[in-house]
C-alpha cells in the first residue's frame, strides 16, 4: 500500500513546502502547502481520501487546480488536467 503522506508530499514538493497536521478524530488530516511568503493553500483531506489511492489522486488534481485559478491559470489549469484524460481516450479509440 502507498503512503499517503509520501504520496502528497512527492506530488508537491517541487513547488511548495508541504505540511500536514491533525484535522479532528475522524482521522482526516490538514494539508498545508507553503512557499516563501507562507501558506499558499490549505485543505482538509479525509480519512476516506487518504486511504483510496484514485480519491487521493483527485484531491491532489483538485487542488492543483485550484491553486491554478488563484493564479489566474484556471483555463490553462484545465486544459492541462484534461491532457492525460483525453490521450488516453483516443489512444483508446485506435
Known amino acids: 500500500m502507498v503512503n499517503p503522506f ?32 507562507g501558506t499558499v493553500a490549505q485543505r482538509l483531506l479525509s480519512c476516506e481520501q487518504l486511504n483510496d489511492p484514485a ?4 484531491a491532489i488534481q483538485s487542488i492543483r487546480f485550484g491553486l ?3 493564479r489566474g491559470q484556471g483555463r490553462a489549469g484545465l486544459d492541462e488536467l484534461s491532457q492525460p484524460a483525453a490521450h488516453e481516450a483516443l489512444g483508446s479509440a485506435h
Open 68 to 70: 491554478a485559478i488563484d
Open 55 to 58: 480519491k487521493l489522486e483527485q
Open 6 to 37: 509520501k504520496f502528497v508530499s512527492d506530488s508537491f514538493k517541487d513547488e511548495f513546502q508541504v505540511r500536514f497536521s491533525i484535522g479532528s478524530p475522524d482521522g482526516s488530516t490538514t494539508l498545508s502547502l507553503c512557499d516563501a511568503q
